[in-house]
């Protein structure tokens, strides 16, 4: 059985898709940032970096919500994480490419725009705005270039690769990013959020206060 203890964060939800995907039977631990929960000892025994999420399977622990993604996949032995070599590394190239480009910069405005006021960690950096808007535009250009022709992001086929990216992209909600110039991502993030998955994932997270 997996357990995954994690918050309202993205990084938890990227790991929660892949769940309600391949391993629906698993367990959902809400852990409570705002009240510090993460820093506790018991918490700090399962990730010594304090972050969410965490899983746990087999009394063993992993974080990062990459590794955990691609370990769940791997011991399902889903195809969403194809055990082809090449196709396997094209799943995670776009992986990579949301943890290090796109995600990043939605992640920086994400934390303007929800994190700062949520936790009173000041007034909104609008130089961090203006450039995390500008290159996250200019991504979101080359993505859509990218699903021109294609349904799917990796190798014509859904993978974990969908679900993790498509974690990133639904803050656009919350930071007021559109994606109305964007037909092709907006069509691929209705098919992703269309699956069964998705709603099941956000139904497991308790009332956000």
Known sequence: MFR???FFTQ???????????????FEFQFVNLAKGEQKSDAFTKMSPIGKVPVLEHDGEFLFESGAICRYVANVQDSPLYPSDKLQRARVDQWMDFFSCHLGHW?????????IKPDFQLGEPDEEAIEEATKFALRQFGLLDAHLDGTVWLANDSFSIADL????YIEQHRQIGLSLEKFANVQAWFERVES????????????RQA
């Open 164 to 167: 993790f990216a498509f974690a």
């Open 195 to 206: 699956r069964p998955a998705i709603a099941a994932a956000r139904a497991r997270m308790p």
């Open 106 to 114: 939605l992640n920086a405005l994400y934390f303007e725009a929800v």
């Open 11 to 25: 990084n938890t939800l990227k790991a929660m898709y892949v769940l309600e995907e391949v391993a629906p039977d």
């Open 4 to 6: 995954l203890h994690g």
